[in-house]
């Protein structure tokens, strides 16, 4: 399975992306993959991993976003900031889990002042649901 868009694609993303991305995330998932037939993304521009795209059911210990909330989030390698790459994974993401998932919304969480995140969730149609001191989170409607 894979998912493209005008200059990415995205692929699942497994353990086999240990070093380039966090070894949790890597680690993580596959279960959602294997249980929801749904989850994290690999993005490539070109042959080029640039980052993930983060998708599946919130873990519990998320204040803020109950377990059965589809959540979203991303992470861009360095070199690649400011590129669009994650409003433009985002987008072909949030697109699939509307089309296969069936989820009526999709929650993020940024922590902390984070506003290069908070510019992404944005321009993706998130808006803050709720805030606190160590986090905001957001939330967009399925059209």
Partial sequence: MELRTERLTLIP?????????HEREC???????????FGHWAIFDGGEFVGG???????EG???????????GWLIVES?????IATEAMRAAIEDVWA??????VTAYIEGDNPPSARVAEK????PRSRDAKRTVYELRAP
């Fill in 100 to 105: 296969r998932v069936g989820a009526d919304h």
């Fill in 13 to 21: 993303l497994d353990t086999s992306y240990i070093g380039r991305y």
């Fill in 53 to 59: 795209a983060e998708v599946h059911f919130a873990h």
């Fill in 124 to 127: 993706l149609g998130l808006r």
């Fill in 27 to 37: 680690t993580y998932a596959e279960a959602p993959w294997a249980e929801h037939g």
């Fill in 62 to 72: 998320c204040d803020g976003i109950a377990t059965d909330e589809v959540e979203v």
């Fill in 80 to 84: 690649r900031h400011n590129e669009g």
